[in-house]
């Protein structure tokens, strides 16, 4: 399945069915009066958020969307059917933006979330509505309220628990792939990956959810290389993993590099908690290894993390890590439970 994190579609609700004009005519009954029944309201436009859906694909084939008007009302009374609302599915992390992508009009959030977007119009007055005791044969009628119409914007942003930043070739999508059952591309060349990927972990009896998006080159903000599009897709994460290859020239400006990115993005992006890894260690002697830590330790004001993606060293540590900025609470749960003494099994 293709990836697809922004379509422009046309949306349409409803308009209102015409009241009906009609006069009771019965054998014996001499004065039947107006009996035409209102119009039908017309359907509305609704957006639903569904689970299993991390792809907006479908939009690119199909754009537009026109809900049913409501049906015409009819003799004896009879309002017209309504029409039925046209349910547009989106996947969770789905925004709506205006045309000109400067306002966010709905954000889903959670699966099942419904939102009503474009209200149908309502069915026209019959000519029975219009009776008065002065206006006993009324032949008009309501035409039904026009529809409403709209140019939007959708925009994915994928729900995720962690985010994976880093130059290209850092080694992130090496280890999505050993911490979950993601088959991210990888190859000894920049940009192996140009989609985000998604990947449910499993530690300790827990799970979270890791995002992997393309890597970052100096100038991003600006376009170069695949540019920042991808960033959106980790506003929402709780925790940035920063991987630093250990074989680059300078690890410091490396991270550098990448902070001043996220900078540039915005989105509160530099103000998530951040864990620094210093990837691919398996390549190096600990010497080596120490000294590229504190260097790096020194460029970003936070503890350094040795860690091979490809061998497996370090990466229980950094699991470890991931889940206690996640669910710190949890986290000393469990380092409780484990602390305290097994309770003897006693059948009274």
């Not at 080159?217 to 920063?242: M, P, T």
């Not at 991987?243 to 020239?249: E, K, Q, S, T």
Request: charged share 25%; net charge negative.
């Amino acid at each position: 399945m293709h990836f697809l994190d922004q379509a422009k579609i046309y949306v349409r609700s409803g308009a209102g069915g015409p009241g009906a004009v009609s006069f009771r005519r019965e054998k014996f009954i001499e004065y039947g009066g107006p009996d035409g029944g209102n119009g039908g309201k017309g359907a509305d436009i609704v957006f639903e958020a569904v689970a299993g859906l991390n792809t907006l694909i479908d939009f690119r084939y199909t754009q537009h969307f026109r809900a049913p008007r409501g049906k015409g009302g009819s003799g004896s009374n009879r309002t017209g059917a309504g029409g039925e609302d046209l349910v547009i599915q989106v996947p969770v992390g789905t925004q709506v933006l205006s045309e000109d992508r400067e306002t966010v009009l709905i954000d889903f959030t959670r699966a099942g979330q419904r939102e009503v977007f474009l209200r149908g119009g309502d069915g026209g007055r019959g000519n029975a509505s219009y009776k008065t005791s002065t206006n006993r044969a009324p032949r008009q009628h309501g035409t039904g309220w026009p529809h409403e119409e709209a140019w939007v914007w959708l925009r994915l942003k994928l729900l995720a628990d962690a985010g994976l930043v880093g130059l290209p070739n850092a080694g992130k999508s090496t280890f999505i792939n050993a911490v979950t059952n993601a088959q991210a591309k990888v190859g000894a060349y920049a940009f192996t990956t140009v989609r985000p990927q998604l990947g449910v972990v499993s530690h300790k009896g827990r799970e979270f959810v890791v995002a992997d998006i393309p890597g970052l080159i100096e100038g991003a903000a600006e376009g170069a290389g695949i540019g920042d599009r991808f960033l959106g897709h980790i506003e929402r994460c709780r925790v940035l993993l920063h991987l630093v290859d250990a074989n680059d020239a300078d690890v410091s400006e490396s991270y550098r590099i990448v902070r001043d990115e996220l900078e540039n993005y915005g989105a509160g992006l530099t103000d998530k908690r951040v864990i620094v890894v210093l990837n691919k260690i398996d390549t190096l002697d600990d010497e080596l290894i120490a000294a590229l830590s504190a260097e790096l330790e020194d460029a970003s004001g936070a503890p350094v993390i040795p860690m091979s993606g490809a061998s497996g060293t370090g990466v229980d540590w950094v699991l470890d890590q991931l889940l206690e900025a996640i669910d710190p609470e949890n986290e000393r749960v469990a380092e409780e439970d484990e602390g305290e003494d097994p309770i003897e099994w006693s059948p009274i």
